[in-house]
């Protein structure tokens, strides 16, 4: 019994595997052999990975087809979800199943049994399925493991020494008896009558082949200059665009006649195995040496468009040598490991052949070092400094680099270590080519950018420019992972499980639900932003709202549009927020102890836009500080004071504190102006007068009318007030200047005097003005000559004072 529900179940798995389809179809011979040959494939890998004889080879073949293997099982168990989801809201709909010893009626109960069997239909398959691709996960693993552990044992493998003379003679030997087997080759396939006959048949396109090359290889250059000069025509010039477009032909067309030329001797049949596994290497090695003899070039442009101020135009010349011989030196690699492939020679002729290589490659590597930037001084200095500072560290950093490499790499080598010293040095070199070719087309993109919006060289320090350069860096990563010894499977891998995402408190993140969750999220920003725009600056300026209340609605608009854009973007991204509840709850009891300010002004914000005690323009006082209120968000409230300067207060300052709000709900306001005249003034006349005055100015208010109060009897005149409502407050202090212009100019006409304060200072001891060895002092008391009880100073000598003479616990009166 039980293997009969084991079989059931596995052809399940086979028709959702095959169809993802409905679990009553009738299954096929084609998916059941397919279902068993996973099985099979599983079991033969098991085997292999146990017994861990295969070649890195053979085990990449096993991966690919266990991978293809699992790719399916990942799409089958996630079929029929939504058709799950339905069976499974039926079956909620029909309540509770009933307890043991209780019974519902039969047809709920027949329905119930029908849901269940077709929601069971589709639930084992999908169990299955994540069983497979549980399986093919894991031997993809141990496999990717074994892989890696060959690696690290290759790379660490220690040697034959590569300057131990014994290894030198049997090197060469091997060294001209493959040069002779390939001559040998070529030589006897000269001779062959099928070579003849095939050279009389192919004769017509063998030279048509090497026409077009030997054109494309002496002409290629010339036709891309004066391609050039044609696209210049077309507008541009001494943006330095077609400049790089035409040095891109300058590479390409050769590179094409060496490809034809190629295939040309191909065609010949002259060659045999050695010379064909040479030959096809020929266009890849050719495109190496264009490649980077297009860095240097364009390297020399990069300086030549800065006047050569970074770097000499000589060390560019001195640099691009270097580059074009690292080019040859890792052709030269390239041909080493050829040469083992098809000779398969000992470890000791390896380590000897590839030694010069490493050696020489080290050597250039120090030597491109050595080049170093041209420091300049003054304001150019510090315009420069600013400018690349960050690409400065980043010289320096490859510097440091590529002294360490090339002295370790020959050193490495020299003990026996070829492995590791080749996967050190010449990835080094490929990453410094890399990175001068991030640079170029970072700059071409710029150049670009510079030509389209009129910004020209500007462009090459605008935020664009810094944004091309990190997207460049970030699609870098997988050829400099590859560069350093990284398989394709491995990246292959990793993009793979960065696709299933990854799960952070129950929620899964992918890069698709991620992509939509942005995308959705910013479309609903943007659909916010001119929502409010249209509000702002056409619905709302035609209604009676005051300007507070309409900068209210739409900020409030704006808070529940991005409310709403991210709720849907979360949504419609598949991302399910209830596991988060908990988090949430105890991120929420954080929130509340250690973030009380902000979200007490964060309440505070919402109050102040809904219930509007003050609104944008309205003049306040709060806290001392006085001026218009510019911006209300839900975190604080900008003020610009009288002064021009922007405060930004704390909207809970503002609900809890004391407010003076002068232009709340319209700006009528009152002015007070006081004046003081001299004693003895007809007070009436002035009552009249400044009545005239208040009554005159346009910004008072007629009704109620303007007040003058006679205020009382002051130290030094009769005080008066004017007391005036004006209808825009705003104008308070031009409307005070104005009536202190006119009160002024009536009270001459008048001849009405405007008192100030005048002071008489009584001596108590005038004897200690004196100074010493003067005649005595005058008397100050009061006779019939001198009325006056003031003393007179008339000495010219300089008065000693001290603080105790100025006490007021001596009298003196001030």
């Given at each position: 019994m039980l293997q009969q529900v084991r079989l059931f179940l596995t052809l399940i798995a086979v028709l959702v595997i095959g169809f993802a389809g409905v679990a009553s179809a009738q299954l096929t011979d084609r998916q059941s052999e397919y279902y068993k040959g996973w099985v099979s494939t599983a079991n033969r890998a098991e085997a292999v990975?146990?017994?861990?004889?295969a070649s890195n080879a053979s085990l990449e073949n096993l991966r690919e087809e266990i991978n293809g293997y699992r790719e399916d099982f990942n799409k089958a168990r996630g079929a029929n979800t939504e058709r799950?989801?339905?069976?499974?809201?039926?079956?909620?709909?029909?309540?509770?199943?009933?307890?043991?010893?209780?019974?519902?009626?039969?047809d709920i109960a027949n329905l119930r049994a029908h849901l269940e069997t077709q929601l069971n239909s589709l639930r084992v398959p999908r169990i299955i399925s994540q069983e497979a691709y549980s399986r093919a996960n894991g031997l993809i693993s141990e496999i990717d493991q074994l892989i890696r552990d060959r690696q690290k044992k290759e790379f660490l493998e220690r040697g034959p020494s590569p300057i131990n003379p014994v290894y030198w003679a049997p090197a060469w030997v091997d060294l001209t008896e493959a040069a002779r087997s390939l001559a040998n080759e070529t030589l006897q396939n000269l001779r062959s009558d099928v070579v003849r006959e095939e050279l009389r048949d192919r004769g017509l396109a063998i030279f048509v082949l090497v026409a077009i090359a030997l054109v494309l290889l002496i002409y290629g250059r010339q036709w891309s200059e004066k391609g050039g000069d044609y696209l210049r025509s077309l507008g541009g010039s001494g943006s330095g665009v077609w400049t790089f477009i035409i040095s891109l032909f300058r590479i390409i067309l050769p590179w094409l006649g060496v490809t034809l030329l190629v295939q040309a001797v191909v065609l010949t049949g002259v060659l045999g195995l050695r010379g064909a596994l040479l030959f096809q290497e020929i266009p890849y090695w050719a495109a190496i040496i264009f490649y980077y003899d297009w860095i240097g070039r364009q390297i020399f442009l990069m300086g030549a468009a800065q006047n050569f101020t970074s770097i000499s135009?000589?060390?560019?010349?001195?640099?691009?040598?270097y580059i074009d011989l690292l080019a040859v030196m890792l052709i030269l690699h390239e041909l080493a490991n050829l040469f083992e492939q098809i000779e398969n020679i000992s470890d000791a002729t390896q380590a000897v052949v590839s030694f010069p290589v490493i050696v020489a490659t080290s050597l250039l590597l120090l030597r491109v070092r050595q080049i170093r930037r041209i420091e300049p001084d003054g304001e150019?200095?510090?315009a420069s400094t600013t400018r690349a500072a960050g690409f400065s560290q980043l010289i320096d950093v490859l510097r440091k680099a590529l002294f360490f490499l090339g002295i370790a790499s020959p050193i490495l080598a020299i003990f026996g270590y070829t492995n590791a010293a080749e996967a050190i040095v010449f990835p080094a070199v490929k990453t410094l080519v890399l990175i001068a070719a991030l640079v170029i087309v970072q700059r071409f993109i710029s150049l670009i950018y510079g030509w389209i919006t009129g910004q020209g060289d500007a462009a090459r320090d605008s935020l664009f420019s810094v944004l091309v350069g990190f997207v460049l860096a970030i699609l870098s990563l997988p050829v400099l992972a590859i560069y350093w010894g990284a398989r394709e499977s491995d990246l292959s891998e990793a993009w793979s499980r960065l696709l299933?995402?990854?799960?952070?408190?129950?929620?899964?993140?992918?890069?698709?639900?991620?992509?939509?969750?942005?995308?959705?999220?910013a479309i609903g920003y943007m659909l916010t932003r001119l929502l409010q725009s249209g509000l702002r600056n056409s619905l709302l300026p035609k209604t009676s709202i005051d300007p507070g209340g309409q900068n209210a609605i739409a900020a409030g608009t704006g808070y529940v549009g991005i409310f709403l854009a991210a709720l849907v973007?979360?949504?419609?991204?598949?991302?399910?927020?209830?596991?988060?509840?908990?988090?949430?709850?105890?991120?929420?009891?954080?929130?509340?102890?250690g973030l009380q300010t902000i979200v007490s002004n964060f309440v505070s914000g919402i109050i102040l836009l809904v219930e509007r005690p003050i609104s944008k323009g309205d003049w306040i006082d709060v806290n001392g500080m006085m001026g218009y209120v510019r911006d209300i968000s839900v975190r604080s409230t900008r003020i610009e004071t009288f002064d021009r300067t922007d405060v930004i207060v704390p909207n809970s300052d503002l609900i809890s504190g004391v407010v003076t709000n002068y232009t709340r709900g319209n700006t009528v306001g009152r002015v007070i102006v006081p004046v003081g005249v001299a004693y003895g003034t007809d007070t009436r006349k002035v009552e009249t007068i400044l009545g005239e005055i208040a009554n005159g100015?346009?910004?008072?208010?007629?009704?109620?009318?303007?007040?003058?109060?006679?205020?009382?009897?002051?130290?030094?005149?009769?005080d008066f007030e004017i007391r005036a409502i004006l209808r825009d407050v705003n104008w308070v202090l031009s409307v005070k200047s104005d009536m202190n212009h006119e009160i002024n100019r009536r009270f001459v006409e008048e001849g009405i005097e405007i008192p100030f304060a005048q002071r008489d200072v009584w001596l108590r001891n005038p004897e200690t003005l004196q100074a010493p060895g003067s005649d005595k002092p005058k008397s100050t008391k009061p006779d019939a000559d001198n009325p006056s009880p003031k003393a007179t100073l008339e000495s010219s000598d300089p008065i000693e004072m001290t603080e105790t003479d100025l006490?007021?616990?001596?009298?003196?009166?001030?």
């Open positions: 990975i146990e017994a861990n004889r799950i989801q339905t069976l499974e809201a039926q079956i909620k709909a029909l309540g509770p199943k009933p307890e043991e010893g209780s019974s519902e009626p039969e135009s000589n060390k560019i010349k001195e640099l691009r040598v150019k200095a510090e299933l995402g990854f799960d952070i408190g129950g929620v899964t993140i992918s890069p698709s639900n991620f992509l939509t969750f942005v995308a959705i999220f973007a979360i949504t419609v991204a598949g991302f399910d927020l209830s596991s988060l509840a908990i988090v949430a709850g105890a991120l929420s009891v954080g929130i509340g102890f100015h346009p910004m008072v208010l007629a009704n109620p009318a303007p007040s003058v109060v006679f205020q009382g009897f002051g130290a030094d005149s009769l006490s007021p616990d001596n009298g003196d009166e001030v």
